[in-house]
Nanobody, 121 residues
């Protein structure tokens, strides 16, 4: 499974960006998908996740500002980011979680290479 993120860039505070993560290989429909981010000097943290059934979960810091969605036909997961803040500056990573029993007896995680989001005036 390969995950390729796009859509990052430089944006002013209060602006918006939409990230995309396109998957190839594997069976996208069975993957729980998520967006994570890592700021300089900080640990990687969960931003938003979406289950196979479309259930979503958000970090408190982004709830109400970010929206995660998925298009199974396009094998793509999106992260719409609104009202961006300086603290949202980070490398954003896409993650796919494959359930146990497909390629391994335990769940398997796949990561993209990341896309930089910089919020600056």
């Amino acid at each position: 499974v390969q995950l390729v993120e796009s859509g990052g860039g430089l944006v002013q505070p209060g602006g918006s960006l939409e990230l995309s993560c396109a998957a190839s290989g594997g069976i996208f429909d069975i993957y729980h998908m998520g967006w994570y981010r890592q700021a300089p000097g900080k640990e990687r943290e969960m931003v938003a996740t979406i289950t196979v059934g479309g259930g979503t979960n958000y970090a408190d810091s982004v709830r109400g500002r970010f929206t995660i969605s998925r298009d199974n036909d396009k094998k793509t997961v999106y992260l719409q980011m609104n009202s961006l803040k300086f603290d949202d500056t980070a490398v954003y990573y896409c993650r796919a979680q494959e359930p146990a029993g497909y390629t391994d007896y335990k769940p398997v995680l796949y990561w993209g290479q990341g896309t930089q989001v910089t919020v600056s005036s």
